[in-house]
Nanobody
Framework: QVQLVESGGGLVQAGGSLRLSCAAS????????MGWFRQGPGDQRDLVAR???????NYADSVKGRFTMSRDNAKNTVYLQMNSLKSEDTAVYYC?????????WGQGTQVTVSS
């Protein structure tokens, strides 16, 4: 059974930082692509960052230079370091694992940036 558990969200002032974690079980984050997505109120769920099995990372233009995605294979966890946060970063952030036959999603963690 695959389970993804996000944590690290919260309320932060604009310009601040947060680090999100996505702890995985049932999948090996070191060998499959993993992604962070976000969904604001009334918005669609958009890609924030995606890491491949070869550690290549793609970022949405809106977060380039501010967010960094990484993973710890030993902990089977992926991270999203978010710096210089802006009010427009406010959203629920979701972790996604691209499995062999289907994708898996976490339950999401709320990030609220106050201006």
């Amino acid at each position: 059974q695959v389970q993804l558990v996000e944590s690290g969200g919260g309320l932060v002032q604009a310009g601040g930082s947060l680090r999100l974690s996505c702890a995985a079980s049932g999948v090996d984050v070191g060998i499959i692509p993993m992604g962070w997505f976000r969904q604001g109120p009334g918005d669609q769920r958009d890609l924030v960052a995606r890491i491949t099995s070869t550690n290549s990372v793609n970022y949405a233009d809106s977060v380039k230079g501010r967010f960094t995605m990484s993973r710890d294979n030993a902990k089977n966890t992926v991270y999203l370091q978010m710096n210089s946060l802006k009010s427009e970063d406010t959203a629920v952030y979701y972790c996604k694992a691209e499995g062999w036959l289907r994708d898996y999603w976490g339950q999401g963690t709320q990030v609220t940036v106050s201006s």
